[in-house]
């Protein structure tokens, strides 16, 4: 039987742990973005009683090994919150509710109502040396959660 616990030996903890912060970091804004995304299905009548447990139990291990691992690095939850300026901090700073406004929002706001409304970014991209394109990237990507 396979376990659900993550073993990590670290040779470096709290500030000295490496990448490991900003892992947790974008882990954690996934974490909450797919919550939000779960409630907005919820408050939308989209999910039945299980998918909502399904979706509940899986945010809730998730959460729970998030915080063994910060346990692990010595990392302070809290931390995982990057103030990115004028941007604003990358998670909210109080309670969100998906759909509803608030204060200043954070990127996970600007991004749970991006997933929502949905975006189209298109570009292009050359890569080249010495005057020659070598490599050209034409690109367009459609962000949203709901189905195509």
Request: hydrophobic letters at 45%; glycine letters at 8%; aromatic letters at 2%.
């Given at each position: 039987?396979?376990?659900?616990e993550?073993?990590?030996?670290?040779k470096?903890?709290?500030?000295?742990?490496?990448?490991?912060?900003?892992?947790?970091t974008?882990?954690?804004?996934?974490?909450?973005?797919?919550?939000a995304q779960?409630?907005?299905r919820?408050?939308?009548g989209?999910?039945?009683?299980?998918?909502?447990?399904?979706?509940g139990?899986?945010?809730?291990?998730?959460e729970?090994?998030?915080?063994?691992?910060?346990?692990i690095?010595?990392?302070?939850?809290?931390?995982?919150?990057?103030d990115?300026?004028e941007?604003?901090?990358?998670l909210p700073?109080?309670?969100?509710?998906p759909?509803k406004?608030g204060?200043?929002?954070?990127?996970?706001?600007?991004l749970?109502?991006l997933?929502h409304?949905?975006?189209?970014v298109?570009?292009?991209?050359?890569?080249?040396?010495a005057?020659?394109?070598?490599?050209?990237?034409?690109?367009?990507?459609?962000?949203?959660?709901q189905?195509?």
């Amino acid at each position: 039987m396979m376990s659900n616990e993550i073993v990590v030996n670290p040779k470096k903890s709290g500030k000295e742990a490496g990448l490991a912060p900003l892992v947790l970091t974008l882990v954690e804004l996934i974490r909450q973005l797919m919550e939000a995304q779960v409630i907005r299905r919820m408050d939308a009548g989209l999910l039945n009683d299980d998918d909502l447990d399904r979706a509940g139990e899986s945010l809730r291990r998730m959460e729970e090994q998030i915080i063994n691992l910060c346990e692990i690095f010595e990392i302070d939850p809290a931390e995982l919150n990057i103030d990115l300026a004028e941007f604003g901090s990358l998670l909210p700073k109080s309670e969100y509710y998906p759909g509803k406004s608030g204060g200043d929002a954070s990127i996970l706001e600007l991004l749970d109502r991006l997933l929502h409304t949905g975006v189209v970014v298109e570009g292009s991209v050359d890569l080249g040396l010495a005057q020659l394109n070598l490599v050209h990237a034409k690109l367009r990507l459609v962000l949203t959660s709901q189905p195509l």
